[in-house]
């Protein structure tokens, strides 16, 4: 019988609404600030990774969507270094568990939406992958230290490790050991909360985050007073507000947050522009919107790319698609592709 052992696990997606921009150690991937961010359900975006090993396998070798990948980047063969070392550990302290820090790994990895739609999913990939790993290796470590090693593979990975509002703590640690993921509430504590995803542009962002935020931390003037001053104040205040459900206060942090950070990037040199014309139109629309119903019922917020994240709670569901779909009736044939959809946005802002 082939010796092969396998275990998966889902990670999902997770969007920040207070962002992460910026590295202090890069080798360590320590960020700038703390970050808050809401994941999203595991039924609409998530990555489902299996990992498998075998003393008969010859390589480690990894699938993505069906295509084979090299098993090279720095990153991940960091992540998996940390793992091997953790399962070694393991096995010195119980001789009779079998060698699997020695053999090599297969991993397949999917996830539940097109990866071209310009959507970031190598946080859900790289939490998954993690977790997954963990679970084959039968690691006893809780899923805040286990955010540890998916932060150093990609910083906003470590939020995928929780569902519901979760919080990155920078940490103050120089080896980066308490810099981790901690759950602020599950899901369950404001269930009403929903995101909405605008695809704009699905094709690959200009500048990688990685490079961006490097760029910003070395450019930027603006960016210090966001780090020293504005996050940190924010962080709290974000807190409290998902705390006491107050979602007037979380949306217009979350859309202060969102523009701050495109300001320093749009302050970094020679700047950097995430966000195109689309995007500003649907920031525009979003501030129509609640200025129209006297009340807060959306926020925005944009990743590093044109993409729009809309949160909103389900009870204002009606609302916030009437005004949607009533704007995009107005297109003779109308349907949910890019060009009709610029379309929209163009003949809207025309009306004000
Ligand atoms: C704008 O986590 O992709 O989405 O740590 O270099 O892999 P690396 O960066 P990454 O950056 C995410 C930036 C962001 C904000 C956020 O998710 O907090």
Redesign the pocket.
């Known amino acids: 019988m082939t010796n092969i052992h396998i275990a998966s696990a889902t990670a999902p997606v997770?969007?920040?609404t207070l962002?992460?921009?910026g590295?202090r150690d890069k080798v360590l991937?320590l960020p700038t600030n703390s970050?808050i961010?809401v994941t999203l359900s595991q039924t609409d975006l998530r990555t489902l990774t299996s990992a498998a090993t075998s003393p008969t396998f010859t390589s480690n070798k990894l699938w993505l969507n069906g295509e084979e990948h090299p098993f090279n980047d720095a990153?991940s063969v960091q992540v998996l270094t940390h793992l091997k070392e953790l399962r070694k550990k393991l096995e010195l302290e119980n001789p009779a568990l079998p060698k699997f820090s020695e053999w090599y790994l297969h991993i397949v990895s999917e996830n539940n939406f097109p990866t071209a739609a310009g959507l970031?999913s190598?946080?859900a990939g790289l939490a998954a992958l993690v977790v997954s790993i963990a679970k084959l290796y039968q690691l006893p470590q809780s899923y805040s230290e286990l955010s540890v090693i998916a932060r150093m593979?990609?910083?906003?990975?470590c939020?995928s490790l929780f569902g519901g509002y979760v919080a990155w703590e920078m940490g103050q640690l120089q080896d980066g050991s308490d810099s981790k993921a901690v759950e602020i509430a599950p899901m369950e504590h404001w269930p009403q909360m929903k995101a909405l995803i605008l695809v704009v542009s699905a094709d690959k962002k200009d500048t990688p985050?990685?490079s961006g935020?490097q760029l910003t931390v070395q450019t930027s003037e603006l960016f210090k007073q966001r780090v020293d001053v504005v996050v940190p104040k924010r962080f709290k205040e974000m807190t409290q507000s998902i705390l006491d459900k107050n979602f007037a206060k979380f949306a217009e942090l979350t859309m202060k947050d969102s523009n701050s950070?495109h300001a320093t990037c749009l302050d970094s040199f020679p700047p950097i522009f995430y966000m195109n014309d689309t995007s500003k139109k649907i920031i525009k629309l979003c501030h129509h919107i609640n200025t129209y119903y006297n009340e807060t019922i959306v926020a925005y917020t944009f990743?590093?790319g044109p993409n729009a994240v809309l949160y909103y709670l389900q009870k204002n569901e009606t609302k916030l698609f009437n005004i949607i779909y009533k704007l995009f009736e107005k297109l003779p044939g109308w349907k949910s592709d890019r060009a009709n959809y610029k379309q929209f946005l163009d003949q809207y802002t025309k009306l004000d």
């Open positions: 997770n969007i920040a962002k992460y921009w590295k991937n970050s961010s990153r970031a190598s946080a593979g990609s910083g906003s990975a939020r985050s990685t935020m950070f990743d590093a």
